[in-house]
Nanobody
Framework: QVQLVESGGGLVQAGGSLRLSCAAS????????MGWFRQAPGKEREVVAV????????NYVDSVKGRFTISRDNAKNTLSLQMNSLKPEDTAVYYC????????????????????WGQGTQVTVSS
């Protein structure tokens, strides 16, 4: 069973940058579609960015396009999210998620597609 551990969250001023990382256990990371999701207080969990198992396909929520970049290193079992030009509305708990098993090389957008989740890391952007 894969385990996911996020790191890299913190407090940053608006306009600043953070890089989130997600370390995955196990030897089949390259088979999994991966994604970053976030949940702000009082709001539902939403997709931020997702990537296919090969890394060739990705999708972003419109509000982060041009500011955030998702990437993965299948040799190191890691998923990253580079976040630039951060805004106060980016404040949330950010979760790393995996769609385990063997599927097509698709960047799945719906949180319901993902069966394994990390514990989350807090990102706070001050104005």
């Amino acid at each position: 069973q894969v385990q996911l551990v996020e790191s890299g969250g913190g407090l940053v001023q608006a306009g600043g940058s953070l890089r989130l990382s997600c370390a995955a256990s196990g030897r089949t990371f390259s088979r999994y579609a991966m994604g970053w999701f976030r949940q702000a207080p009082g709001k539902e969990r939403e997709v931020v960015a997702v990537v296919s198992r090969s890394g060739r396909r990705s999708n972003y929520v419109d509000s982060v396009k041009g500011r955030f970049t998702i990437s993965r290193d299948n040799a190191k079992n890691t998923l990253s999210l580079q976040m630039n030009s951060l805004k106060p509305e980016d404040t949330a708990v950010y979760y790393c998620a995996a769609k385990t098993g063997y599927y097509s090389d698709t960047a799945y957008v719906s949180p319901d597609e993902y069966d394994t989740w990390g514990q989350g890391t807090q990102v706070t952007v001050s104005s």
